[in-house]
């Protein structure tokens, strides 16, 4: 049987931040996931500048091996309206695939890979994990996404009893005449909210790759919306009219609307698997990132004794870093209410700027996250 010092189920962002962390303390790392990489994943795909400093990324050196998409505008308002847009002196965010993305972080990480390896079991031995009776570690990091099967070990019930949200969307790369036919700018996605505010579609370009998708909270909607929101994309010339590809779909939590157990003994959930997507964006690669190498960094104090009361260092840190979960709930108001006051902020510059994109989708006000 093999074993190493900390097992990651989950080679995304937040599973790499965290080997890559604990790598460079000198720890005994393997990374698992059940796909090989690199491999596609649905994700609109931007990340704003805090991420590349985050993880020490120099932009330029990236943009060499990878797509790199310099993000200094947006189109924002609602579907079927009319939209604004801003602008920025500099560039504020970048457009990336998340198949290189996520490749090149786990790449980089130095650890152990066990790659195209689904999780079949999950058990407790004394002060060890054993994973699929062929890898031991006293601990464990749940870093598989929505579904993670750390998570459904943990108790969480996926996709039953929670509120998620789902999301459609898909990445391609357009022909000549699909490019001369798309309206969207590289350097400026586009944003249009639903009418009620309960989700909202976007279309990034990246170069020859545009993405274009749809996320809400009722997902028995969520078909029609798109179709909807596609048919509105299609009659403003913003896509070309022809998409063979079909739409993927995924789900996610959003930070404050999850009861899943994150910590126990020798064990941590990190990411999409705990649930803390921007609650207000439904941004998950930031929190992904930023929750890893807060794991790692509560995994090293720990020293090796991994008991529960010792790990719940973590729980302290994601609070402080974005406050109470209780906090991250949505005040409920009557969707006549959301609807009249969506077609009056979306028409405010001031509004746009300073509060969809500045504070919901840039998080312009947060420090970069420091560790200990």
């Known amino acids: 049987m093999e074993t190493c010092d900390a097992l990651i189920i989950g080679g ?10 604990l790598r460079r303390r000198g720890m005994d790392v393997m ?50 309206g009319h939209p604004l847009a801003t602008r920025y002196a500099d560039t504020v965010s970048y457009g990336i695939r998340r198949c290189e993305f996520d490749d090149y972080l786990l790449r980089r990480t130095d650890a152990r890979l066990a790659l195209g390896q689904a999780v079949t079991s999950v058990r407790r031995e004394d002060k060890f994990w054993v994973i699929n009776d062929a890898i031991s570690a006293p601990l464990l990091i749940g870093a598989g996404g929505h579904f993670c099967p750390v998570a459904r070990h943990l108790g969480a019930k996926l996709g039953a009893g929670e509120s998620a949200v789902t999301a459609k969307e898909v990445e391609f790369e357009m022909d000549a005449a699909q490019i001369a ?30 993405n274009i998708g749809l996320g809400m909270e009722q997902a028995h909607r969520l078909p029609e919306a798109l179709d909807r929101f596609c048919d509105f994309l299609r009659q403003r010339g913003r896509i070309p009219p022809d998409i063979a590809e079909r739409f993927h779909g995924h789900a996610y939590l959003l930070y404050g609307r999850s009861d899943r157990q994150l910590l126990d003994d020798g064990v941590l959930l990190v990411g999409d698997a705990a649930g803390l997507a921007c609650p207000r964006s439904g941004e998950g690669i930031r929190p992904a990132i930023e929750s890893g190498l807060m794991a ?15 790990l719940a260092a973590y729980s302290q840190r994601l609070q402080a870093r974005y406050g109470s979960p209780a906090a991250g709930a949505d005040i409920v108001v009557a969707k006549d ?36």
């Open 12 to 21: 995304g962002p937040a599973g790499s931040s965290c080997a890559w962390q």
């Open 31 to 80: 990374v698992m996931d059940k796909a090989e990489f690199p491999r596609d994943k649905v994700c609109a795909g931007w990340i704003t500048p805090a991420v590349l400093r985050t993880l020490e990324i120099d932009p330029q050196a990236y943009a060499r091996q990878c797509t790199l998409q310099a993000i200094s505008a947006f189109r924002t308002g609602l579907i079927d």
């Open 181 to 210: 036919a798309c309206q969207v700018k590289p350097e400026m996605p586009e944003l249009y909210f639903c009418k009620d505010l309960s989700g909202y579609g976007w279309c990034v370009r990246k170069g020859r790759f545009l």
């Open 296 to 310: 790692a960094t509560t995994v090293l104090q720990a020293a090796g004794v991994y008991r529960r009361e010792r």
């Open 337 to 372: 209410l959301r609807q009249r006051l969506a077609r009056l902020l979306l028409r405010s510059r001031w509004f746009t700027r300073h509060v969809v994109l500045d504070r919901w989708f840039l998080h312009a006000r947060k420090a970069d996250l420091r560790l200990a």
